[in-house]
């Protein structure tokens, strides 16, 4: 893996060529909880509530917050059980949290069954800090764009 010195160059370059709104997202699923930097916000235990991922990467992505969640952390089931924080319940496959976005249940329940999800219990959560600072070596890296921006990297 780069440098994270390097990593820190490579966002700052991003962020000047394409003009960014937001800053690039570093993302890393966490296997144990020491992996988690000092200094790294954890929505509940810091914050004293709960954060959806759309909104912790929102909050690394604008405010420069560098935030892990772990289970406990998180408010939507999507997540949870897409990382595999949990194994999907019944009510879950049935489709029943869909329902609004599907004209059949059993459409619901297909897209529930069928949407990828890693292995129950590899990993524990998620941490996410803009690219430019990060203190963790990424498993990947985001970069929210509108598509004009898009075809500058190519």
């Known amino acids: 893996m780069a440098k994270l010195s390097v990593l820190h160059r490579y966002g700052q370059e991003l962020e000047k060529a394409l003009e960014l709104r937001t800053f690039p997202l570093a993302v890393k699923l966490l296997e144990k909880e020491e992996d988690i930097p000092n200094g790294v916000t954890r929505p509940k235990r810091d914050l ?12 690394s992505r604008m405010k420069g ?3 892990a969640e772990l ?3 998180m408010w939507c089931h999507e997540p949870v059980i897409g990382l595999g924080m949990a194994e999907p ?5 049935d489709g029943n949290t869909r329902l609004q ?3 059949t249940a059993e459409e619901a329940a297909s897209s529930a069954r069928q949407t990828p999800r890693l292995p129950v219990g590899k990993y524990i959560g998620i941490m996410s800090a ?5 203190s963790f070596e990424p498993d990947l890296v985001i970069v929210y764009c509108n598509p004009a921006q898009l075809s500058q990297l190519i």
């Open 48 to 59: 004293g509530y709960h954060l959806s991922l759309c909104q912790a990467f929102s909050m």
């Open 101 to 103: 976005y599907f004209k």
């Open 71 to 73: 289970k406990e952390d």
């Open 65 to 67: 917050m560098s935030i």
């Open 130 to 134: 803009p690219l430019k600072n990060t």
């Open 89 to 93: 319940p019944q009510y879950y496959l």
